[in-house]
Structures are given as C-alpha cells and as structure tokens.
C-alpha cells in the first residue's frame, strides 16, 4: 500500500521558516518523482514545487521561488521542504505527491500556519 505521510508543520511568525518532510512506503521511493502541493483555507490545490527522482533537477512556483527549497534523502525515503521568510499568503495544508501534482498518491498532509 502506497503511503505517504507529512510533518513540520505548525504555527510560525511571519518572516519565520519550516522544514517540512513527508516520508514513503509501501513503494520503491526512487522511482519517483516527488511535489508539494498546498491548499489554502478556502481555495484550490496550488502547485508549490517538484524534484525530480535523484535531486538534480528541481521546480518552483514562481510565488515560492527564492524562499522555499525542495530536496529529498533517497536513503530514508523522504522528501522534504524548507519554508523561508513566511508569509501569511503561505497559511495553507501542504501536502506531498508522488508523480503528478494534481493525479498522483498525496498524504494527509501538514498544516501552515503564518501569524502574528
């Protein structure tokens, strides 16, 4: 069973930062291709950014580009996302997909909080 779970989470200040991490099982990890996606409260899913299977190319809406950065550890199954310089346009749940940001297996997701 395809499974993916997500953490880091939580409340944070604006201008703050966040790793998030989302972790695989139940397939070969680095077959894949891995995105985050978010959604915040009230809207459609958002593309935020993609790695390819190996790290060496990586992807990001323009909105996060320069703040965010995707990477992943083939070795622990994970993928992860740092989240810089916050803003409260970034409150959303942010998930992990496996393949296609809009078709592909997603987590439960992590909450985002930005607030003063």
């Known amino acids: 069973e395809v499974q993916l779970v997500e953490s880091g989470g939580g409340l944070v200040q604006p201008g703050g930062s966040l790793t998030l991490s989302c972790v695989g099982s139940?397939?070969?990890?680095?077959?894949?291709?891995f995105s985050w996606v978010r959604q915040p409260p009230g809207k459609g899913l958002e593309y935020v950014s993609t790695?390819?299977?190996?790290?060496?190319?990586?992807y990001y809406a323009p909105s996060v580009k320069g703040r965010f950065t995707v990477s992943r550890d083939n070795a622990k199954n994970t993928v992860y996302l740092q989240l810089n310089n916050l803003t409260t346009e970034d409150t959303a749940m942010y998930h992990c997909?496996?393949?296609?940001?809009?078709?592909?297996?997603r987590g439960q997701g992590t909450q985002v909080t930005v607030s003063s």
């Open positions: 790695i390819d299977k190996v790290g060496d190319n990586t």
């Open positions: 139940g397939f070969t990890f680095s077959n894949h291709a």
């Open positions: 997909a496996r393949d296609s940001w809009k078709t592909g297996a």
